[in-house]
Structure formats: C-alpha cells, structure tokens
T-cell receptor, first 112, second 113 residues
C-alpha cells in the first residue's frame, strides 16, 4: 500500500520556467512532510520541509505548499535551473515517530 | 568535514553468501537508518536505530540484520535469506528529533548473482 504517491515519474521544464512537482498521501496521520533531491549514484539531500500546521514554506527558489484537505503537497522551483535536474522524492512522517515514508520519486529535467 | 560514509560504493556477491555493508557517521547523530532503493519503488526502510544497542525493524526487515555497538557505526548484513538482495542501499542519520531531516550517505550498490 503506497501511502505517499508521486504520480508523475518524470517532468521536463525549460530553464527559467517554474517546475511544479506533486505528491499525494493517503495517511491522515501524516503531520510532517519533506522533499529530497537525488542525483544518480548519490544519496538524497534534504531540500525543504513543512509541518501540517502550515500551508506554505519558502526557502529561496523552493516553495512547498500543503493542502491538508486534499492530502496533497507540491514543490515549486522558480526559476528552474539545469542543476535542478534530479529525482525529487517527497516523504512524510506521523505521530512523533522517526519513520519516514517516501514516494516513488519524480525525475525532473530542466532543459536549456 | 562531517558526513556519512558508506563503503564500498559497489559490491558484488554470489548468491548464498552473507554480505555486510558499512555505514559510519561523524555527525554525532543519535539515530541511524538503512533504506533500500529499487527502480520505481522509492526508498523503503529496512532497519533503524535511535540509540546505541537498540534497533527496530522497518517495513522490509526480512533477510537483513543490523547492529549498533557504537554511536558512529550501523552496519547492515544482507543474509542469504533475502530473496532479492540486488539493490541500492542507503544509510542515513539524524539527531532523532521529530523535525530533524535525514542526512544520507552516497549509497552502496549491491549486485548478487
């Protein structure tokens, strides 16, 4: 049972435009959400997070939006840069525990 | 320069052999984790440890074993009982607090033939 879903396996965007990566979840107990970026043959690196008490968190070019009623979050990258080309994973945790549940990832390609 | 070191980067083993993957961190993190990545399946939690000499099973612990004798080290043994051991294995750590993000190593790609 995939509790965190990233339904778009890939996304292609032109440099300078906005990239929007989407994530849906089914577990209503999730209360903390994170986005990670991963290059091939490397470990994921933490990008940005959001608590369920907020609906938006911004850090430079990266903004995460949370819609609790829809159980949906999205990562906006603006402007997109070629170095942003990577796989992006959303992840969620619940109830004060340490266990992170990851989505399947979206491969972002930023083209010149 | 603090970080998580996983070695080796590539590992090859014959079917039926146990193999141990190394994970060392010098971030002074309390909690350590092992994840497995397979194509199209994201990252799945194998085992985690919140303190020395204690660890818990994750979602896919069958066929794996761990130890946590030192704060800095969390080795993972892939036993012959693991039915599909070929995968990319990622070790991670964090301070253990709820809002503490995971820091990952660069992974070990294990191929069993």
């Amino acid at each position: 049972d995939q509790q965190v879903k990233q339904n778009s396996p890939s996304l292609s965007v032109q440099e300078g435009r906005i990239s929007i990566l989407n994530c849906d979840y089914t577990n209503s107990m999730f209360d903390y959400f994170l986005w990670y970026k991963k290059y091939p043959a490397e470990g994921p690196t933490f990008l940005i997070s959001i608590s369920s008490i907020k609906d938006k968190n911004e850090d430079g070019r990266f903004t995460v939006f949370l819609n609790k009623s829809a159980k949906h979050l999205s990562l906006h990258i603006v402007p997109s840069q070629p170095g942003d080309s990577a796989v992006y994973f959303c992840a969620a945790k619940a109830g004060g525990g340490n266990k992170l549940t990851f989505g399947t990832g979206t491969q972002l390609k930023v083209e010149l | 320069d603090g970080g998580i070191t996983q070695s080796p980067k590539y590992l090859f083993r014959k079917e039926g052999q146990n193999v141990t993957l190394s994970c060392e961190q010098n971030l002074n993190h309390d909690a350590m984790y092992w994840y497995r990545q397979d194509p199209g399946q994201g990252l799945r939690l194998i085992y985690y440890s919140q303190i020395v000499n204690d660890f818990q099973k994750g979602d896919i612990a069958e066929g794996y074993s761990v130890s946590r004798e030192k704060k800095e080290s969390f080795p993972l043994t892939v036993t012959s009982a693991q039915k599909n051991p070929t995968a990319f294995y990622l070790c991670a750590s964090n301070m253990g607090g709820y809002n503490s993000p995971l820091h990952f190593g660069n992974g070990t790609r294990l191929t069993v033939t």
